[in-house]
């Protein structure tokens, strides 16, 4: 954090002498439109629409999952349906960055936050703070109501990533009972058309899903929580932060490179005006896209190993759900890099 401080001071020094001279000449009718706070999340509809894009792709997984769970796993086209339909979310880079947009618009919601990164701004100059964001993403934790922010977006991915490993477990479970189906427990012999499939998914990957923006003044949680399953009844609206990092009797502390990486994305909209090649940048986030990467190749693997269609969905369990969870994760989970 010193050293952004120090970027910005050094650059805010040199950016002075041409405000200074911006101050003495007369103001234009430019000038006067874009004093005070024209910046404000809710007055340029390019970037949030930008963002609001990339997250209905994450809003889509989640509804994928929990399609997945509720489904009956009844035929070989039920487990085929499933394999598919979240496999084409991890042939690229897009869930990463889907992930990312939603969790800084959960960000985002937070005044403090976004107040201070304005403040800071309209002080050292949009230019000199997106420079800093881009320099060091970190950089941001340290901003006032960053904390709060940083809590809720933990909180929100946190009990996504919970849901991902409920159904998890549900098809690691189906992987032993479908054994004494006479279908399930049949030679598999479509192993090249389901690697087929895997590796294509991202082709056929369409998310007509939109999420309603401000819908009856609701705040954005987890993602999960926009689609009920059954079977576990009813969630709360924002999940605790406490409660979300915690597992059992361990307590898991924000992975601040990530949440870092959320919150000057969040920062970043809220200064920016429609440039979209420095937000770009922040949403990849290359190691966790090898890691989907990574789970995508496992899941071929198992799936080619796999004599019988039962074994797919320990394959869909441990691959598909369970693996691409750790990789989605934003605490530091004991996950060698």
């Known amino acids: 954090m010193i050293t952004s401080l120090l970027v910005i001071l050094s650059l805010s020094s040199v950016s002075a002498t041409g405000q200074e001279a911006q101050e ?47 489904r009956e796993l009844n035929s070989v086209l039920a487990l085929d349906e499933t394999m598919d339909s979240l496999a084409a979310y991890y042939t690229d880079d897009r869930l990463v960055d889907a992930q990312i947009a939603y969790a800084a618009l959960v960000a985002a919601q937070h005044p403090e936050f976004i107040d201070s990164v304005r ?64 279908w399930a ?53 924002a999940p605790s932060p406490g409660l979300a990092l915690t597992v059992g009797e361990t307590q898991l502390q924000p992975d601040e490179r990530r949440v870092g990486r959320i919150l000057a994305v969040a920062a970043l909209q809220s200064i920016e005006s429609g440039d979209m090649r420095a937000m770009d940048i922040l949403l990849a986030d290359p190691g966790v896209e090898r890691c989907i990467v990574t789970a995508r190749l496992n899941l071929a693997q198992c799936v080619a190993a796999g004599h019988f269609k039962y074994e ?21 989970a004991p996950v060698s890099e």
């Open 24 to 70: 003495a000449a007369p103001q234009t009718e430019d000038a006067v439109i874009s004093d005070g706070p024209e910046l404000a999340l809710d007055a340029p509809a390019e970037q949030p629409f930008a963002l609001q894009g990339y997250a209905n792709t994450y809003a889509a997984f989640h509804s994928d999952v929990s399609e997945a769970g509720r």
């Open 119 to 182: 403040a800071i701004s309209d002080y050292y100059g949009a230019d000199v703070t997106a420079a800093s964001l881009m320099n060091d993403p970190v950089f941001v934790t340290g901003f006032m109501g960053a904390d709060a922010a940083s809590e809720n977006v933990v909180g929100a991915l946190s009990a996504d990533n919970r849901q991902i490993d409920t159904v998890a477990v549900r098809y690691r479970e189906a992987a032993y009972d479908l054994q004494g189906e006479t």
């Open 185 to 237: 427990r049949a030679r598999a012999l479509d192993r090249r058309t389901r690697l087929d499939q895997i590796e294509s998914g991202s082709v056929r990957l369409q998310t007509p899903f939109t999420m309603a923006q401000g819908a009856n003044g609701a705040r954005l949680g987890a993602a999960s929580d926009l689609f009920a399953i059954a079977q576990t009844g009813p969630r709360p609206e």
């Open 312 to 332: 797919d969905a320990f394959c869909i369990a441990e691959h598909a759900l369970e693996e691409v969870a750790v990789c989605l994760t934003a605490t530091r």
